[in-house]
């Protein structure tokens, strides 16, 4: 299986459970913000932790920790190009990871590190296809934040390549128009056929560019609706890339309401095939046994659980609970299943899950 998480993440996330495990996720921009207004953060956070460590980890093994996350800073780069940093130290282990994307101040002391925080801020990079039609030709690319490039595919890209599949009997007809009709749908159904290996290799938002013609064709057949995040309507055949970006940049700008749509769409396709699990207890299950391609979970979502008579069951605390087995979060220990299996975890709003009980699994088909 690929793994989708980063090396340096998976460090942390195999890292020996320790307490106190101190997490601590901030803003950080050497080249953008003054040397002393980045001290005065780190000595907030600092301060933090130290009350945390004082309060619940008293003694040689608080006094310890906090001995490290200030070498820690101490030792931090003022050279970096980049925009936050993530510090993460405990007894017997200490990561620092320079992060691309923006984050709001975290400090977390606890019994283990806070890796939902993490994955939930490295997953910004906005990674989408763009399918560009007309009645000649077809082309697709993969676009993010930073590039657009085009994907090479097995299918003929041009209309004429199809000539040859055309009946004899329609090689004569005097109606051309007709003709060319009947020769464009079969393009368009050969192009639909060649999304099924491109949409399986990258499980991204699709739009679809063309005239109100060739889209309204593309719609009679298609198998692919529900992958499509949105219809772009216009004459794009001869767009330079920069040209076509600037179209969809207005498309892109509520890219969390583009996204939210795509993965609904994923969790439709597979409870129709039975590989679907709702429920933090039915994905805990599906997952501990290895079954997690995607997490979909809503970002506030957490539950306190005991475990059952075997590894596949849990089941809510209850008071007084069994502190030997008693799990803190039971869908943070998803998360690192699903990872460290190679799957994924999305993060969506509040209440968008609710038919799921905020938290659904899809699972390897």
């Not at 130290?89 to 925080?117: A, G, T, W």
């Not at 990258?202 to 560019?209: E, S």
């Given at each position: 299986m690929q793994q989708t998480v980063t090396p340096e993440i998976l460090e942390v996330m195999e890292a020996v459970h320790y307490r106190p495990a101190v997490s601590v996720i901030i803003p950080f921009e050497p080249k953008m913000i003054p040397k002393e207004a980045l001290g005065h953060s780190l000595k907030s956070a600092s301060e933090k932790v130290e009350r945390e460590l004082k309060d619940n980890y008293p003694g040689e093994i608080g006094k310890l920790v906090m001995h490290k996350l200030e070498n820690i800073f101490r030792r931090l780069n003022f050279n970096t190009h980049k925009k936050s940093v993530a510090i993460y130290?405990?007894?017997?282990?200490?990561?620092?990871?320079?992060?691309?994307?923006?984050?709001?101040?975290?400090?977390?002391?606890?019994?283990?590190?806070?890796?939902?925080?993490l994955v939930f801020s490295k997953k910004q990079l906005h990674k989408y296809l763009v399918l560009l039609l007309s009645a000649n030709e077809s082309k697709i690319y993969l676009g993010n934040t930073d590039s657009f490039v085009k994907i090479i595919s097995n299918t003929a890209e041009s209309v004429s390549g199809y000539m040859h599949d055309m009946p004899e009997r329609v090689a004569n007809f005097s109606d051309m128009h007709e003709k060319k009709e009947m020769l464009v749908d079969k393009f368009l159904h050969y192009i639909d056929n060649s999304l099924d290996t491109i949409l399986k290799a990258?499980?991204?938002?699709?739009?679809?560019?063309?005239t109100d013609k060739i889209l309204g064709h593309f719609k009679k057949f298609t198998k692919h609706g529900s992958?499509?995040?949105?219809?772009?309507?216009?004459?794009?055949?001869?767009?330079?890339?920069?040209?076509?970006?600037?179209?969809?940049?207005?498309?892109?700008?509520?890219?969390?309401?583009?996204?939210?749509?795509?993965l609904l769409n994923q969790m439709e396709e597979a409870a129709g095939r039975k590989k679907l699990a709702t429920g933090i207890r039915d994905v805990w299950r599906e997952a501990m046994n290895h079954k997690g391609r995607l997490l979909l979970v809503e970002k506030n979502y957490m539950y306190p659980a005991q475990s059952g008579s075997n590894a596949d069951n849990i089941y809510a605390v209850v008071e007084p609970y069994n502190r030997f087995s008693y799990i803190k979060d039971a869908v943070d220990d998803v998360i690192e299943r699903v990872l460290e299996d190679g799957g994924d975890v999305e993060f969506v709003d509040d209440a968008v899950l609710g038919d799921q009980h905020h938290i659904a699994l899809i699972q390897y088909y």
């Open positions: 130290v405990s007894p017997v282990f200490e990561k620092v990871l320079y992060l691309d994307i923006s984050v709001e101040e975290k400090v977390i002391v606890n019994e283990s590190f806070e890796i939902r925080d990258y499980k991204l938002p699709l739009f679809v560019m063309g992958a499509v995040v949105e219809y772009i309507h216009g004459n794009y055949e001869e767009s330079t890339l920069p040209h076509l970006r600037n179209v969809l940049e207005p498309h892109l700008a509520d890219w969390k309401k583009i996204r939210e749509k795509e």
